[in-house]
């Protein structure tokens, strides 16, 4: 079983499109995340999400922002593409604040590509 | 906010030597202590993690340390193989609340045959 799923695994777009990554997790994790992954391979964290607030890395452009239906899933949508965004990004979850451990489960990853 | 100091950022082994990879930390109250090891083309995976209650902790032939008051902690690879070659990534964070762990920039590790 996938713990944690991203699609689409891969995406090429052109600069000032929008587009939007779907993350879903199986495993009752109440917070989930997104990193942005640059080519010197930083692990940089965007969002942090559970169900009472969402954190925002303050140096994130507002371009980009999460969207949560429910706790299993928690897409990323990115208006005006900008060539710097090409990276990978990941999705992950945790357990939080409950269940005593903090161990992030991450996606496979999803290789963006602005042209 | 926290800081994470991670060295080396590349570190080249011959198979079968132990390798140490060091971070610092900068808030005192941080307390838990993960690292993650990302082969080329996968994603994050947890290898080992410390709590602040705890001085060493050890699995097969992984070992993580902390020293709470000089506020660094390292990950000690030993007998090193091909397959743990990768990308080595240390973390702080304070547990409980917002969960948020603030990540190193990493290690490249290399282990030649």
């Known amino acids: 079983d996938t713990a944690v799923s991203q699609t689409p695994k891969y995406l090429v777009t052109q600069m000032g499109n929008d587009k939007s990554i779907k993350c879903e997790q199986n495993l009752g994790h109440d917070t989930m995340y997104w990193y942005k992954q640059d080519s010197k391979k930083f692990l940089k964290i965007m969002f942090s999400?559970?169900?009472?607030?969402?954190?925002i890395n303050e140096t994130v452009p507002n371009r980009f922002s999460p969207k949560s239906p429910d706790k299993a899933h928690l897409n990323l949508h990115i208006n005006s593409l900008e060539l710097g965004d090409s990276a990978v990004y990941f999705c992950a979850s945790s357990h939080g604040t409950s269940g005593g451990t903090y161990e992030q489960y991450f996606g496979p990853g999803t290789r963006l590509t602005v042209t | 906010g926290e800081n994470v100091e991670q060295h080396p950022s590349t570190l080249s082994v011959q198979e079968g030597d132990s390798a140490v990879i060091k971070c610092t930390y900068s808030?005192?109250?941080?307390?838990?202590f993960p690292w993650y090891k990302q082969e080329l083309g996968k994603r994050p995976q947890l290898i080992i993690d410390?709590?602040?209650?705890?001085g060493e902790k050890k699995d097969q032939r992984i070992a993580v340390t902390l020293n709470k008051t000089a506020k660094h902690f390292s990950l000690h690879i030993t007998e090193t193989q091909p397959e743990d070659s990768a990308v080595y990534f240390c973390?702080?964070?304070?547990?409980?609340?917002?969960?948020?762990?603030?990540f190193g920039r990493g290690t490249s590790l290399i282990v030649h045959p």
């Open positions: 973390a702080a964070s304070i547990s409980g609340g917002s969960y948020i762990p603030t």
């Open positions: 410390i709590r602040s209650n705890v």
């Open positions: 808030d005192s109250a941080s307390n838990y």
């Open positions: 999400y559970n169900n009472k607030e969402l954190i």
